[in-house]
């Protein structure tokens, strides 16, 4: 699942100048939460339920938010944020899909509570990075 993101990472039109800001993305790089607060950073998770990896989504946030802007700039990358979230997590390949019968129920769930968890990554964005958000 990694290589996918990574895969749809390097695609994006915006990822050469992506590089120059943030340099080239490195998956033993940790990019979900603040980057200067190191023993803050160890508390966040990367893996939503410790299964579906963020940190490609993570990475993109980090760029828009090196560029700044408004408020409104601001929301709409946050939103961004969410929504890439989400996206993986639809895309992630769950443990209980394998599961005869009653999987999908496995699954379901499962999905749930990780979308739970993208909401409380995102509202903490919201809460507590307007700080970190460049400004022009």
């Known amino acids: 699942m990694r290589t996918k993101q990574v895969e749809w ?3 994006l039109p915006l990822y050469p100048m992506m590089i120059t800001v ?3 993305y490195d998956d033993k790089q940790d990019y979900v939460g603040p980057q200067k607060t190191k023993w803050l950073l160890r ?3 990367r893996f939503l339920l410790l299964l579906c990896d963020i940190n ?3 990475y ?3 760029y828009f938010y090196h560029l700044g802007g408004d408020r409104r700039a601001r929301a709409e990358v946050d939103g961004a944020f969410l929504g ?3 996206m993986w997590i639809e895309l992630y390949d769950w443990p209980g899909s394998r599961v005869k019968y009653i999987g999908w129920i496995l699954t379901w769930k499962m999905k749930q509570l990780a979308k739970a ?3 409380y ?3 903490f964005v919201r809460l507590f990075a307007k700080g970190a958000f460049g400004t022009k």
């Open 9 to 11: 990472l390097t695609t």
């Open 22 to 24: 943030l340099g080239e």
């Open 43 to 45: 508390l966040i998770p």
């Open 56 to 58: 490609v989504v993570a």
């Open 60 to 62: 993109i946030h980090d």
């Open 84 to 86: 890439h979230m989400f």
């Open 117 to 119: 968890q993208a909401l």
């Open 121 to 123: 990554y995102y509202m």
